[in-house]
């Protein structure tokens, strides 16, 4: 089952408007806000059960079929070291092309589609730089501080609760 939402849509404000911006999904895991590039995003699910995979990575919720094709489930919380996610009917997939993979992202709710200055976009702690660091930028918005995901690391290593903590220190 598909489901449809109806997302507000923010943008910054400056005085001279700027050409380049990133348009960004923004969605919730507990209380901490995350993003990624609306390009990456090919669908949003509500949370259907999936089909654990043996001796699979702590972060692979599992597989699921949508429409033909079977995409692997990656727990965003268990990736982040926030356990695992108890998952129901509030919550939910977002299908995202990472490479050239296509895969589903369990997260608690989605937020919001941000438009966001380049310039906007702070770097990461330098902590947050090594291989396996999940977070590839940070944004303020409103009172809120928005990692953007490297979507190819959360896939790829899970991440650890150790870099996301150094995040938001920032």
């Known amino acids: 089952m598909t489901m449809t939402l109806q997302l507000g849509e923010k943008h ?11 348009r960004i999904v923004t969605f919730k895991v507990g209380d901490r806000t995350f993003g990624i590039d ?28 949508l429409r033909g094709v079977i995409l692997a489930v990656y727990d965003l919380r268990t990736a982040i070291g926030m356990g695992v ?40 702690p330098d902590l947050e730089r090594d291989e396996h ?13 928005v990692a953007l995901l490297d979507l190819a690391a959360v896939i790829r290593d899970g991440g650890g609760e150790a870099q996301l903590k150094t995040s938001r220190a920032a």
């Open 38 to 65: 609306v390009g990456m995003v090919r669908e949003i699910k509500g949370w259907q059960a999936t089909t654990p995979l043996p001796h699979a990575a702590p972060h692979v919720r599992g597989v699921l079929n």
């Open 133 to 145: 660091g999940l977070i590839e930028g940070l944004v303020l918005l409103d009172s809120d501080i």
């Open 12 to 22: 910054f404000s400056s005085a001279q408007p700027e050409a380049a911006a990133r």
């Open 85 to 124: 996610t108890d998952a129901s009917a509030t919550h939910v997939i977002v299908v995202v092309d990472v490479e050239d993979k296509t895969a589903g992202l369990l997260v608690d709710s989605v937020s919001d589609i941000v438009d966001v200055p380049v310039s906007a976009v702070r770097p990461a």
